[in-house]
């Protein structure tokens, strides 16, 4: 869309909820509320709530020892933020942005699910990496409001954000959003719905490029250092271990579906996986991690 000429005035946006506390959920929570928004954050038991929960503390903390933050304000943003295991709390909330893991089937019947609980105005926007929003929208009936809202790990420090917008998205919801993007600091582009949108579409083959390197004989620290050497700020496979192998795999899958004609298909992640080696969250991937994130070989 032509989105300079529309003349449209974004919306106010008071409250916004998050559904799924995990690594994105949790970093999108934090962005918000570091920048003054009320969050409610969903999760499907108290175990995963609290563990979201704590990472957005640990956060917020980390501001405060950084100087950042004084501890009076680290305590008046987190009292901006409500975990809660139901959506009793979605009716006057104006954003929803849906951030589990990538199921087609769940995403699609969060999204019915919403329609019942959330005013008519609200904004339904989906974090999926790749997933077509057309399908994620498929059992909803008000499919204008439905936009992706795709951040980068860790989503409280990657300046970017891509809007994705379907044909169904209403100008009005691309405006608001790309207001709220200004409001905590993203950079926005907004892009076309097809699987990857822009970023991923670059990324994929960047990330396929270095594991056919690796099943050919490269060594996984090696490659990393040369390509930190070459600027980058962490290399292909401690990127994959921060994005975490679930995430990996489910988005890469998507990808040779839709491009198979582009595709390296490498093992090396599942074989990883076999190994229960899932990345950094599980504290052991490509590389081994310690209680401070701290990276060595293994
Ligand atoms: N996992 C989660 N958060 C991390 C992290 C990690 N491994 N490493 C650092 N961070 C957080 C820190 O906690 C800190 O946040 P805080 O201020 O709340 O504590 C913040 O990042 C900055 O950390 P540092 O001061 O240590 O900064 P660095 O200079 O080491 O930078 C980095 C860390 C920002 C992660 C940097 O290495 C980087 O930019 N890496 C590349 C990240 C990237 O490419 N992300 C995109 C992933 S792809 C994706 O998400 C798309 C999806 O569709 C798959």
């Known amino acids: 869309p032509n989105i300079t000429n529309m003349g449209l005035t974004a919306r106010k946006i008071k409250k ?24 409610v954050l969903k999760e499907v038991n108290e175990q995963f709530l609290s563990a ?5 503390k640990a956060s917020l903390q980390s501001f405060v020892k950084k ?10 943003k987190l009292s901006l933020l409500c975990g809660v295991l139901d959506y009793e709390q979605f009716r006057d909330t104006d954003v929803v942005i849906e951030a589990v893991i990538e199921d087609m089937f769940l995403k699609q019947q969060i999204f019915s699910d919403l329609e019942k609980y959330c005013h008519h105005n609200c904004i339904f926007a989906t974090n999926t990496s790749t997933i077509d929003l057309n399908i994620i929208g498929q059992k909803t009936a008000s499919q204008d409001r439905i936009v992706g ?3 980068f790990s860790p989503a409280h420090v990657m300046p970017l954000l891509e809007i994705v917008c379907t044909h169904h998205t209403s100008s009005q919801v691309i405006v608001d959003l790309l207001d709220l ?48 050497q070459f600027g980058m700020p962490m290399g292909p496979f401690r990127l994959a271990d921060l994005v975490g192998f679930g995430v990996a795999i489910a988005t890469r899958k998507q990808y ?31 590389y081994v991690y310690d209680d401070k994130r701290k990276a060595s070989r293994d």
């Open 67 to 76: 100087g950042q933050l004084t501890v009076e304000d680290y305590k008046k």
């Open 256 to 286: 040779y579906q839709s491009y198979p004609e582009r595709c390296y298909q490498s093992m090396l992640l599942q074989i990883l996986v076999e190994d229960n080696r899932t990345g950094e969250s599980s504290r052991k991937g490509f």
């Open 52 to 56: 979201g929960i704590n990472r957005i």
């Open 16 to 39: 916004a909820a998050i559904i799924g506390g995990g690594l994105m959920g949790s970093g999108i929570a934090t962005i918000l509320i570091l920048n003054n928004f009320n969050v």
């Open 149 to 151: 809202a795709h951040f």
């Open 181 to 228: 993007a200004k409001k905590i600091q993203k950079t926005p582009i907004v892009v076309g719905n097809c699987t990857g949108f822009a970023v991923n579409r670059m990324f994929f083959p960047y990330a396929q490029a270095a594991c056919f390197l690796v099943d050919h004989g490269l060594d996984v620290y090696h490659t990393d250092r040369v390509i930190t």
